[in-house]
Every structure is written in structure tokens, then in C-alpha cells.
T-cell receptor, first 116, second 116 residues
Framework: KAGVTQTPRYLIKTRGQQVTLSCSPI?????VSWYQQTPGQGLQFLFE???????NKGNFPGRFSGRQFSNSRSEMNVSTLELGDSALYLC???????????????FGPGTRLTVL | AQKITQTQPGMFVQEKEAVTLDCTYD???????LFWYKQPSSGEMIFLIY??????QNATEGRYSLNFQKARKSANLVISASQLGDSAMYFC?????????????FGKGTMLLVSP
């Protein structure tokens, strides 16, 4: 079974631009979560989607948005890029399990975004 | 809210030796899951092992075992017979099982270097 795929793997943008990152989950997985990883802040949760609905959101400004399609693929968008948005963006997919059940997230290789 | 603390920024071990990576956690949720992930320099987060808060026995997966001490709120990862390929960042993470979300809270990570 293929793993989580993310495109593009590397991206260079300039301040003020916008960017769209894509994530394809493991086949059969319906939940997709996004995380931002930086040396200073570590791994921070961005948002989680299930059945095309955002069901949880981290503490990030409105410039960060996302969506999920009917085939469970997800995209995240960052508008008006800032230097501080340079990071590794990780996507993770899971079934998901119901409350009280094991729900392991499997991660993609990440998209490394550099903002100049 | 959950909090994960990994106090060891870096660890060194010789090949074939065992190593313990520390993780302590804090949560008010009665039911939670604890996860360990490995992140090589390539960036992908690789799931290693899971422990549920109500599991009676410590989890094991091949060379990985989780030393779960609920009263101490610790979930240390033990890697037996270290290999050169084990050199990577290791992250401890947790999920509140009754939240209805798949969201993980991560620690800052421990960099493990295995020497020949």
C-alpha cells in the first residue's frame, strides 16, 4: 500500500506570495492533519480534516487555510508569505478511529518551504 | 491540554548497545495514547510504537520497547542493539483519546547518534 505523498517536496517563494501544498493520504484513510516544523518552535499542529470538514485547528493566523476533497486528498494554502513561514510542512493521514480507539497517524515526506 | 517533555537534546550510543530516550507527559485526559516517531535527516516521520494509557503491558515492536510508568507519567523509548541506521531525531507524542480528534502533541525531540 502506498504511503502518504506530498507535493512539491521543495518550494522557494518570496515574501508576499502565496503557496499551495498538496497531500494524498494512504488509501482508505479519511483523516488528514497538517503540521509545521521549525527549528525554533518544533512541531506545531495546523489543522485536521475529516470527510471534507475541518474538525480541529491549531493556533495559526488566518493566512493559513486548508481544504479536503471528496477523495480525501488535502491542500493547504498560505497567503501573504512571511519569512517566518519557512518550515517543513508535514501531512499525516489516519483512518481515523473513533473516540477511545487507537488512531495512528502516518506521515508523508514533507514539503520544505523557503521564503526569501 | 497535553504537554510532552523530552529533556535530552542529544544522545550518543555505540553500535549494538541499548539506549533509553526519555519522555514525560502531562494531561488531564483520563484516556490517552502515547506514540514515538523517528525522523531521519530526510524529514519523514516514521511511526515506531504506540502505548495506550489503559494498556496493562508495555508495548514492544521488534527492537523498540516502551517503558510506560503511568504514575510517573513517563513513556521512555528503549532501543535495543542500536544500529547505525538508528541515527535520527526521535519524537514522543500523545493524543487525547476522547477528544474525537487525531491531533498529536509533540515533544521537542531527542537527536540520537549511533557510532560504530
Amino acid at each position: 500500500k502506498a504511503g502518504v505523498t506530498q507535493t512539491p517536496r521543495y518550494l522557494i517563494k518570496t515574501r508576499g506570495q502565496q503557496v499551495t501544498l498538496s497531500c494524498s493520504p494512504i488509501s482508505g484513510h479519511r483523516s488528514v492533519s497538517w503540521y509545521q516544523q521549525t527549528p525554533g518552535q518544533g512541531l506545531q499542529f495546523l489543522f485536521e480534516y475529516f470527510s471534507e470538514t475541518q474538525r480541529n485547528k491549531g493556533n495559526f493566523p488566518g493566512r493559513f487555510s486548508g481544504r479536503q476533497f471528496s477523495n480525501s486528498r488535502s491542500e493547504m494554502n498560505v497567503s501573504t508569505l512571511e519569512l517566518g513561514d519557512s518550515a517543513l510542512y508535514l501531512c499525516a493521514s489516519s483512518l481515523p478511529a473513533g473516540a477511545g480507539e487507537t488512531d495512528t497517524q502516518y506521515f508523508g515526506p514533507g514539503t520544505r518551504l523557503t521564503v526569501l | 491540554a497535553q504537554k510532552i517533555t523530552q529533556t535530552q537534546p542529544g544522545m550518543f550510543v555505540q553500535e549494538k548497545e541499548a539506549v533509553t530516550l526519555d519522555c514525560t507527559y502531562d494531561t488531564s485526559d483520563p484516556s490517552y495514547g502515547l506514540f514515538w516517531y523517528k525522523q531521519p535527516s530526510s524529514g519523514e516521520m516514521i511511526f515506531l510504537i504506540y502505548q495506550g494509557s489503559y494498556d496493562q503491558q508495555n508495548a514492544t515492536e521488534g527492537r523498540y520497547s516502551l517503558n510506560f510508568q503511568k504514575a510517573r507519567k513517563s513513556a521512555n523509548l528503549v532501543i535495543s542493539a542500536s544500529q547505525l541506521g538508528d541515527s535520527a531525531m526521535y519524537f514522543c507524542a500523545m493524543r487525547a483519546m476522547n477528544s474525537g480528534y487525531s491531533t498529536l502533541t509533540f515533544g521537542k525531540g531527542t537527536m540520537l547518534l549511533v557510532s560504530p
